[in-house]
């Protein structure tokens, strides 16, 4: 359907009526018209703008017919220009304009029009200027200043003809104006607020109103800077799309923020209107409480504890031997560091540097059953109940002397680590010069 707002201004220009001075000389009354019109279709979401300058038959072979238009926005600016010169001598120029539309946008189309003088001659005197016939006397309501449909009056001397040096004669403007209301189309767009780094996340238009859509481009901002900035969506050219969250360095120094912001953007394309961008902040952050640990190793004696005997002669329960008992490393504990995060492989790799010194390096000869057993074969008492707690006593009293021992050496054992996992990229946060 098509919806149109349109004003026409008829516009006479001059009426030119031409009072009898001689009976020998009766020539009738000769006129110009002109009328602008803008127009606007909603289907197509196209502005039309039309201007025309029409002279009477009388004049047609003395003068020649002129239009120009321009269409102007009220936010400013010209929208669109044209002119039209009638050389075959019609007596007829018109313009039309055809521009899509912006939403909420004012134009106002402006119709100036003109007379080309068609006849002209030499000056019979030096300089032999040329000449124009002006027959009908247009020059003398030219300066007038005309802008509004008046109606003219006067005199041509009869059986003569006014004669000027330039051949063009403004014969003055006509406005017309309409309030061109588009209703452009409104997209929604779901982008999540947040996520960490490694979460598969979902980006979507939620609608699309007074509007279908022809197309989609998903992009992003930043595309560069530290760790590289990027969004790969599954499908950049889809309504919905996913993407793996990646966190970049801002500013890019290793021990930078855990945060890192995006603008996530959409453009929305239309048949015969102007895109549509929307974009939304999009927040990749590296976990504050992300890490690994490797506990010290377990003594453990699974299905009993040590050998325990009594001794007749002493009537005493006594140690005889390790029994079961063992040192059992610990595993590798990740603590809340998803791994699809870019960050896992380093922290995992810092991790398994510890879980290494415990068998073979620095950490290696702690928490040995070996070291434990001389002050456990020294345990005696009446009961083999209070002989046992003495030997969880001791145990434990010996754990924590072994845990001492560790404390001394973890800056080197970090500096070991570190010297492991700083050069695996990414190479922020998660680096020897960065406090945790």
């Given amino acids: 359907?098509?919806?149109?707002?349109?004003?026409?201004?008829?516009?006479?220009?001059?009426?030119?009526?031409?009072?009898?001075?001689?009976?020998?000389?009766?020539?009738?009354?000769?006129?110009?018209?002109?009328?602008?019109?803008?127009?606007?279709?909603?289907?197509?979401?196209?502005?039309?703008?039309?201007?025309?300058?029409?002279?009477?038959?009388?004049?047609?072979?003395?003068?020649?017919?002129?239009?120009?238009?321009?269409?102007?926005?009220?936010?400013?600016?010209?929208?669109?220009?044209?002119?039209?010169?009638?050389?075959?001598?019609?007596?007829?120029?018109?313009?039309?304009?055809?521009?899509?539309?912006?939403?909420?946008?004012?134009?106002?189309?402006?119709?100036?029009?003109?007379?080309?003088?068609?006849?002209?001659?030499?000056?019979?005197?030096?300089?032999?200027?040329?000449?124009?016939?002006?027959?009908?006397?247009?020059?003398?309501?030219?300066?007038?200043?005309?802008?509004?449909?008046?109606?003219?009056?006067?005199?041509?001397?009869?059986?003569?003809?006014?004669?000027?040096?330039?051949?063009?004669?403004?014969?003055?403007?006509?406005?017309?104006?309409?309030?061109?209301?588009?209703?452009?189309?409104?997209?929604?767009?779901?982008?999540?607020?947040?996520?960490?780094?490694?979460?598969?996340?979902?980006?979507?238009?939620?609608?699309v109103q007074n509007g279908t859509p022809t197309g989609y481009q998903w992009s992003f901002e930043p595309t560069s800077g530290g760790n590289n900035p990027q969004v790969n969506f599954s499908n950049p050219t889809a309504a919905t799309t996913t993407a793996k969250a990646h966190w970049f360095a801002k500013p890019d120094t290793p021990c930078t923020s855990l945060n890192s912001t995006y603008t996530i953007k959409v453009k929305v394309t239309f048949q015969n209107r102007s895109p549509i961008t929307k974009k939304a902040p999009f927040t990749v952050s590296v976990g504050s409480n992300w890490g690994g640990k490797v506990l010290e190793p377990l003594t453990l004696a699974p299905g009993g504890t040590l050998d325990v005997a009594y001794d007749s002669q002493r009537e005493l329960w006594v140690v005889t031997g390790r029994g079961r008992l063992q040192r059992v490393p610990s595993p590798i504990v990740m603590r809340e560091i998803p791994e699809t995060s870019q960050f896992y492989n380093k922290v995992y790799r810092h991790e398994e540097v510890h879980f290494e010194q415990y068998a073979t390096g620095i950490y290696s000869n702690l928490f040995q059953i070996d070291n434990v057993m001389p002050r456990l074969f020294q345990l005696s008492d009446p009961n083999k109940q209070v002989l046992e707690q003495k030997i969880f006593e001791a145990v434990r009293d010996w754990r924590v002397e072994q845990s001492q021992i560790l404390d001394q050496r973890y800056t080197q054992a970090e500096a070991e680590a570190y010297a492991v996992s700083d050069p695996i990229a990414p190479r922020y946060i998660f680096q020897g010069a960065c406090p945790r």
Avoid at 51 to 63: C, F, I, K, R
Avoid at 164 to 185: E, F, H
């Fill in 1 to 207: 359907m098509k919806s149109s707002t349109l004003f026409r201004l008829v516009f006479a220009i001059a009426f030119l009526c031409l009072s009898i001075t001689s009976i020998a000389a009766q020539d009738y009354g000769a006129g110009v018209s002109s009328y602008t019109s803008i127009d606007y279709d909603e289907e197509t979401n196209t502005v039309t703008a039309y201007s025309e300058t029409e002279l009477d038959y009388s004049m047609v072979g003395s003068y020649q017919a002129y239009v120009g238009l321009t269409v102007t926005k009220s936010s400013g600016g010209i929208a669109a220009s044209g002119s039209m010169r009638d050389y075959r001598t019609s007596g007829f120029a018109s313009i039309e304009l055809n521009f899509a539309g912006e939403s909420g946008v004012t134009y106002t189309a402006v119709g100036s029009h003109r007379t080309y003088l068609d006849l002209w001659d030499y000056s019979a005197t030096y300089p032999y200027d040329p000449f124009y016939f002006d027959d009908w006397n247009f020059s003398n309501f030219e300066s007038l200043g005309i802008n509004e449909p008046w109606h003219y009056l006067f005199l041509r001397p009869a059986q003569s003809f006014f004669r000027r040096r330039n051949d063009i004669i403004s014969l003055g403007t006509t406005y017309d104006s309409a309030s061109i209301t588009v209703t452009g189309p409104t997209v929604t767009i779901s982008v999540p607020q947040t996520a960490q780094d490694g979460d598969t996340v979902e980006f979507r238009v939620v609608s």
